[in-house]
């Protein structure tokens, strides 16, 4: 089993910058994918950014290219997402997930742990 907790978001103003936390624990990172999603209110679940383990390679949604910085801390299993610069659209609940050996860490269907999410809301 996998515990994701998120933490960090909040009620920010466009413009400002916010970190998102992830800590992870239960199961060994050999292979991991970590990933950031966020579900806009009536929207769909969407990819924000994501991250191979083993390699550190990072992967962005166009959305938060240029905004948005996933990194990780090797030695706590924590990872984190910088976002920089936000957007009233960027208002949405933000979830950490994992997933092991994914071809492709863009898509959902691929993780399988979750976290409770956490909300960020931009403001004008």
């Known amino acids: 089993q996998v515990q994701l907790v998120e933490s960090g978001g909040g009620l920010v103003q466009a413009g400002d910058s916010l970190r998102l936390s992830c800590a992870a624990s239960?199961?060994?990172?050999?292979?991991?994918?970590m990933g950031w999603f966020r579900q806009a209110p009536g929207k769909e679940r969407e990819f924000v950014a994501g991250?191979?383990?083993?390699?550190?390679?990072?992967y962005y949604a166009d959305s938060g290219k240029g905004r948005f910085t996933i990194s990780r801390d090797v030695a706590s299993n924590w990872v984190y997402l910088q976002m920089n610069r936000v957007r009233i659209e960027d208002t949405a609940d933000y979830y950490c997930?994992?997933?092991?050996?994914?071809?492709?860490?863009?898509?959902?269907?691929?993780?399988?742990?979750w976290g409770q999410g956490t909300r960020v809301t931009v403001s004008s």
């Open positions: 997930a994992a997933g092991w050996y994914l071809s492709n860490p863009v898509a959902q269907s691929g993780y399988d742990y």
């Open positions: 991250l191979r383990w083993s390699t550190g390679n990072v």
């Open positions: 239960g199961r060994t990172f050999f292979g991991v994918v």
